[in-house]
């Protein structure tokens, strides 16, 4: 559903990105992992086109969409829940959530989306009407994901969901990606520093290096293979 081909991203006169090409199929967890700086984060601002690329080609659901702007590819059926959660903080859990759903015109259908999140996300029930800067980093990373799934995407793009967090909130937050993706057959990118996390959770993995991709495979044999072992699971 998606295919992402050598796509090259600058900052200035920066190379973020050289030559990056992934793809996504329908229903499938991709989990993108790398140090610092490798160019995860950018990946995705590229594919929901808050970056543009100065070379290459993305494809979602057969159509060419690097000229479309970030609200058009949301409207297309591409989330983005960002890193650091980027809640409102002024605003209410109930309110962040409405935004999340705003390029979608049926609002019968926008209910029964607010419901099945809270479904996923009982916490954010009981917390509907606070502030969402009073939250907890958890469940504003919950809020977050929560948003993004207002659009009803096909694409969700999933950064860094567990910065930060206490494991056990971090094993909730995975088993609730599982959970959706699971249920409603919604693909979903996954950037994560934790590759213990990410590649267990994927079907498919890219390991990304200063901008490139060095390394692709199912979930499992990267988890075994001796690079990455070494690299990024410290073993
Ligand atoms: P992290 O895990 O630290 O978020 P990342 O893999 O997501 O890293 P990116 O944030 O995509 O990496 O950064 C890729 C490269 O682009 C880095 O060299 C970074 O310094 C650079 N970069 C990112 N954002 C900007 C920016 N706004 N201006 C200039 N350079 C940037």
Redesign the pocket.
Known sequence: MLEVRGISVN??G?T?LRNLSLSVAEGAIVSLI??????????LKAIIGLKSVVRGEIHFDGKRVEALTAPQRVAHGIALSP?GRRVFPQMSVADNLLIGGYVRNDKADRQRTLERIYQYFPRLVERHGQMAGSLSGGEQQMLAIGRALMAKPRLLLLD?PSLGLAPIIVDEIARIITEINRDTRMSIIL?E?NAKLALNLCDQAYV?ET?AVTLSGNGKDLLASDYVRRAYLGI
């Not at 610092?36 to 990946?43: D, Q």
């Open positions: 900052y200035g920066v973020a790398g140090s610092n700086g490798a160019g995860k984060t950018t990946t890193e860094e950037v520093q990304l901008g």
